[in-house]
């Protein structure tokens, strides 16, 4: 199966071992260590003209080692053990900054001008934030919970109640949907000017994928579509989806847009689509893969 990673080798969870409290000590400990801060969901990056991700070490962090019981581990990229932590504290974030002449900066904005590496990791790391962030109390007592298991695991510190959290992401649908020579995509307001995009949208409870395909095309686009074959996924931290990237064909071209979710839907040839440079979305999105696999079946 390939793998739609944005990191070449893929990052080794290591995820038998995040229980054993003295392994993870040891990969912290390791001098090749590094450590993501996330600040209100902010990254930290040098601003440059061309960004890049500013990784800390144990020392940037040495006046505040009540931290290091939180830090989250994130997994081995080619032998750097990568860990992830919260800073809560606006002046510990400006004093970070200062120490490696950084920013915290949205990942988001950031997204076209980080590489791949960067932006899977730096992406892990503001989710577990949020994903922390999210769940301090229980749902189900309402006492505080605690982090286990090197921040993959929140439990209730409620002995009797003892309730686990896990992180988790939201399945979504994405989908190029052809018709003959063309295919079909659509257009949200918030998006860069001239951008297009494939039909996306989240599974429902109860719901296959395939249904979601088939209902989330219909509903923004008036467009029934057939044959509906996956094709690959990509985790989209932003905050919290599962991309699952499908191809359809169209059972009838009429199109008529759900303006709640789309300013516009049409039907782009090959080489519209190639005569325009602003419409494709991001090259590190799964629609990017999507639309160019499509665009190479034509020539
Ligand atoms: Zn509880």
């Not at 931290?67 to 504290?89: H, K, W």
């Not at 988790?168 to 951008?195: H, T, Y």
């Not at 579509?225 to 499908?246: I, T």
């Not at 709640?260 to 440079?277: C, H, Q, S």
Request: aromatic share 10%; with cysteine; net charge negative.
């Amino acid at each position: 199966m390939k793998k739609n990673n944005l990191l070449p080798n893929g990052l080794d969870r290591f995820s038998l071992h995040r229980g054993d409290k003295s392994w993870v000590n040891d990969k912290f400990h390791d001098e090749n260590s590094r450590i993501i801060p996330v600040h209100h969901s902010q990254v930290l990056c040098d601003d440059t003209i061309r960004p890049k991700a500013v990784y800390l070490t144990r020392k940037n962090l040495a006046q505040t080692k009540d931290l290091f019981d939180s830090m989250i581990f994130l997994g081995v990229y080619e032998e750097t053990p990568y860990f992830a932590v919260d800073i809560n504290s606006d002046e510990l974030a400006e004093n970070l900054c200062h120490q490696v002449n950084a920013a915290f900066q949205d990942l988001k904005s950031l997204i076209t001008l980080l590489g791949g590496q960067d932006i899977e990791l730096l992406a892990l790391a503001r989710f577990m934030s949020y994903w922390h962030s999210r769940n301090q109390y229980c749902g189900k007592c309402g006492d505080k919970t605690r982090i286990s298991e090197a921040g993959h695991v929140r439990i209730c510190r409620n002995e009797r109640c003892n309730e686990h959290y896990f992180p988790s992401m939201d399945p979504a649908v994405i989908v190029l949907v052809s018709a003959k020579e063309r295919c079909l995509l659509g257009r949200k307001k918030i998006w860069p000017e001239g951008m297009y995009s494939t039909i996306a949208g989240f599974v429902e409870p109860g719901e296959t994928v395939e249904d979601a395909v088939v209902r989330e095309v219909q509903e923004e686009t008036g467009v029934h579509v057939e044959n509906v074959a996956y094709q690959h996924s990509q985790p989209w931290l932003f905050p919290s989806s599962l991309m699952l990237g499908f191809t359809a064909m169209a059972k009838n071209e009429e199109i008529t847009i759900d303006k709640n979710e789309l300013v516009d839907a049409r039907w782009f040839t090959r080489n519209e689509i190639k005569a325009d440079p602003r419409l494709l979305p991001y090259k590190v999105s799964i629609a990017y893969k999507l639309i160019t696999e499509w665009l190479s079946k034509g020539d």
